[in-house]
């Protein structure tokens, strides 16, 4: 294994920003392929992360900070990664659905997603179905997250969903819902692909499923 | 008579902060009103800021001292709440704590099957009865938000279940302004007038910031429609910190007490002297490994009392919090952590008190876990009578009587005074052999069968036909509403 993959790990593990970024760059520099420093450095770096926020060694700061020097990363390969032609990690679009504010289970989500390496626009709360429709239209995502906090709310998934097949786009999204009062029977009923129950298990749900949309990044 | 002269009274509790502790607290907040300022979403509202005299800058409004100062002066220090007959039920200042259910969980667990499901119209009715019959509850917060009805009004559908079963004051939610009015029209139906309602309110609105420093645009309307009647609201922060809030527990502090001094200033700003419950609320801790919103939390009890102080500190009624825990299901740690925060809320001195019979972080209610923290609420009102020392108390007289190697077993002084002692219900106080014999059932067993027994014998004190049918035309009214919007 070269150094500076080993460096560019050691740096994202440690959740330091800065330091992905030069060592990204010098790296590309040195006329090293910016897929394997995606490969090697830095999602290596974050499914190290993840084993260890799993085991109860890192906790969720550690572990965002971490995704934030992975995005860093990240943001100066692309072009590179565009060249090279390596196929895109996956696009999202996420938001919290009309009529509720809640938004830190959301923000969570959209975090965990981009250490992941998705590219994530996020909508904000109180978003109506429309604005998801339109969203989906205008930026081609692999995945629509949708969030709800309140039994009041949750309908609006469904009214999103339908905003969503009326433009004809349903079929290029996989769409993804969750939030506390939210369950798998829900997400079924309402025909959404898929429910997750924390922002850890969305990203693993994410990785998962095949990306057909952003074919390069 | 030895002590004739003396007869006192001595009050437990506790104390988090010392003064200059809150005095720095009360400071900090002040500077972030002033240079950070909040985020208020209401052009209504923030004009009437701007017109008082704070600067305002697209959505922000930076608040100067002098109004906060202006504020404190204005609400209401004896803020009552009558029950639905007028009779006057909690007087929420100094000291006094009274005690209620928790509101608005999307889940309940089933008392028949034992299973978790989402919450219907028939368990806010059932609790609301539950609450009714219990004795140490002394009001009622909406259960759970029901499944089974449209959910664009179900807020109207909680306030009819919950006025039909209990004559005891009603803590409400609302979904929005227009769902508050229709509200607020079905009490002034129970009340007879709202010259009725506004003299002996048995209802109060609850309705919260948005984490960090926003008074959302819904939130804004509702407080412009119950403050301009002058009826009482609770209005009290909701943070997770660490999330919402720095994770230190002055940060956390100095956040949560930024959104009640603001939220304050705009109540009375709408309408001088409406009674605000403004002191304490939420402090969640967000728990960095699962991401809940912990209740059970050390910190988040140690936040709410300082919150508490500061609430004291500013002459506010404080919103608090009993009988709640993290626990997925009605077991010890359900016991542990309701219990914990009963006896804190009191010791620290919290008015009106929720939340009594949450589980799951706010997520789910148990029937067994409101019924058994009942039990526990009467065990420490019983704790926090504290001890009267008077000549009678003393009992001097009665030693000298008995003497040494006696026994006071039968002697009048005991006659007297036996029965002030507190009681178990469900608790077991019995010997092994007795418990056997009863079925050797542990508390939850007993829990539940106390449940099933009230809910099965329990017969509220039913309200006048016409008023039945008036809500009633209130709920089919707004239907209609919606049916035409669809
Ligand atoms: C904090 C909080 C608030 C804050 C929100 C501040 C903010 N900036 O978000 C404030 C105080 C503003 C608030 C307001 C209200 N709240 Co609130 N709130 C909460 C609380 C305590 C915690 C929520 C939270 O952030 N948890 C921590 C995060 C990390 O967890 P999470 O959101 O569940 O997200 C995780 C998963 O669900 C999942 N996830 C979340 N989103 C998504 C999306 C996707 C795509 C995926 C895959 C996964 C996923 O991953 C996340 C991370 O693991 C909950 C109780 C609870 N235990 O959930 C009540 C709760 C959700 N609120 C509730 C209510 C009723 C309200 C109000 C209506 C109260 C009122 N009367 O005003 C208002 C509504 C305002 C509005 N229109 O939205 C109820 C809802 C009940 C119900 N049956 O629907 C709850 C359950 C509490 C209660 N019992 O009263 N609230």
């Known amino acids: 294994m070269k150094d500076e993959y080993e460096m560019i790990f050691k740096a994202v593990v440690e959740g ?9 760059s010098d790296s590309l520099m040195g006329g090293i392929m910016a897929g394997e420093l995606l490969n090697q450095g830095l ?13 109860g060694d890192m906790y969720i700061p550690e572990m965002l900070v971490s995704a934030k020097a992975m995005k860093a990363g990240l943001s100066i390969l692309r072009p590179y990664l565009v060249k090279e032609g390596i196929p895109a990690i996956g696009r999202v679009i996420i938001g919290t659905v009309k009529g509720d504010m809640h938004d830190i289970g959301k923000n969570l989500v959209t975090m965990m997603l981009e250490g992941a390496g998705f590219e994530v626009i996020d909508l904000g709360t109180d978003v109506a179905p429309e604005k998801f429709a339109e969203a989906v239209r205008k930026y081609s995502p692999d995945i629509v997250g949708l969030s709800a906090l309140l039994t009041t709310t949750m309908q609006q998934m469904k009214n999103t969903i339908e905003a969503i097949d009326d433009l004809g786009t349903r079929d290029q999204v996989k769409i993804i819902i969750g939030g506390a009062p939210v369950t798998q029977e829900y997400s079924e009923k309402i025909g959404a692909d898929g429910y997750a129950a924390d922002a850890s298990k969305a990203v693993n749900w994410a990785k998962a499923i095949p990306h057909s949309n952003s074919k390069v990044f | 008579m030895l002590f004739k002269q003396l007869s006192e009274y001595s009050q437990p509790k506790m104390g988090v902060l010392s003064e200059n502790q809150k005095n720095a607290l009360h400071s900090a907040s002040l500077e972030i009103l002033q240079r950070t300022g909040v985020s208020v979403r209401l052009d209504d509202t923030r004009n009437r800021l701007a017109k008082a005299g704070c600067q305002v800058d697209n959505d922000r409004v930076f608040i100067p001292e002098r109004l906060i100062e202006w504020a404190l002066n204005q609400h209401p220090k004896h803020v009552v709440l009558c029950d639905r007959n007028a009779t006057p039920a909690m007087a929420l200042e100094g000291r006094n704590c009274y005690f209620g259910t928790g509101s608005d969980t999307p889940f309940v667990i089933d008392i028949n099957s034992g299973l978790h499901r989402s919450a219907v119209i028939a368990d806010i009715e059932n609790v609301s009865r539950l ?13 759970g938000i029901a499944s089974d009805v449209r959910p664009e009004i179900s807020d109207l559908y909680h306030f009819q279940a919950m006025v039909s079963n209990t004559i005891k004051p009603i803590v409400f939610t609302a979904w929005n302004a227009s769902n508050l009015e229709a509200i607020l029209r079905m009490a002034e139906t129970v009340a007879g007038s709202l010259e009725n309602l506004l003299r002996y309110p048995f209802v109060a609105l609850y309705a919260e910031p948005t984490a960090p420093l926003i008074h959302s645009q819904i939130g804004c309307e509702k407080l412009e429609v119950i403050c301009r009647l002058g009826l009482p609201l609770v209005y009290t922060p909701g943070l997770i910190t660490g999330a919402s809030s720095p994770v230190s527990h002055a940060g956390a502090i100095v956040v949560a007490n930024a959104e009640i001094l603001s939220g304050l200033l705009i109540t009375q700003l709408i309408n001088p002297g409406t009674p605000v419950i403004a002191g304490g609320g ?50 010890q740690q359900a016991g542990i952590e309701g219990a914990l925060w009963t006896l804190i809320s009191a010791l620290s001195g919290g008015n009106l008190i929720h939340d009594v019979g949450y589980l799951e972080s706010g997520l789910t209610t148990s029937y067994e876990m409101i019924v058994a923290m009942d039990e526990t609420i009467g065990l420490v009102k019983r704790f926090m009578q504290g001890m009267l020392v008077n000549n009678d108390t003393l009992a001097i007289n009665t030693i000298a009587s008995v003497g040494p190697g006696g026994h006071f077993l039968d002697v009048p002084h005991t006659l007297d005074h036996f029965r002030e002692n507190w009681r178990p219900d469900i608790f077991c106080h019995s010997n092994r052999p007795d418990w056997n014999e009863a079925g050797a059932s542990p508390l939850g067993d007993r829990a539940l069968r106390k449940v099933k027994t009230i809910l099965s014998q329990h017969k509220p004190e039913p309200l006048p036909q016409h008023v039945t049918e008036n809500i009633k035309s209130i709920i089919n ?5 919606l049916g035409r919007m669809d």
């Open chain 2, 477 to 481: 009214n707004a239907t209609s509403r």
């Open chain 2, 131 to 143: 609450a009714d019959a219990l004795h140490n509850l002394d009001f009622l917060m909406c259960m």
């Open chain 1, 16 to 24: 330091n920003v800065e330091g992905a970024e030069k060592l990204v």
């Open chain 1, 43 to 55: 999602i290596r770096a974050m499914d190290e992360v993840g084993t260890r926020f799993e085991r």
């Open chain 2, 282 to 331: 939420g402090m969640m801790t967000m728990d960095m490994h699962s991401m809940i919103a912990s209740y059970g939390a050390p910190e988040f009890m140690f936040d709410w009392c300082s919150l508490r102080e500061m609430g004291a500190f500013y002459g506010l009624p404080v919103f608090g919090f009993a009988g709640v825990s993290d626990a997925l299901i009605f077991d």
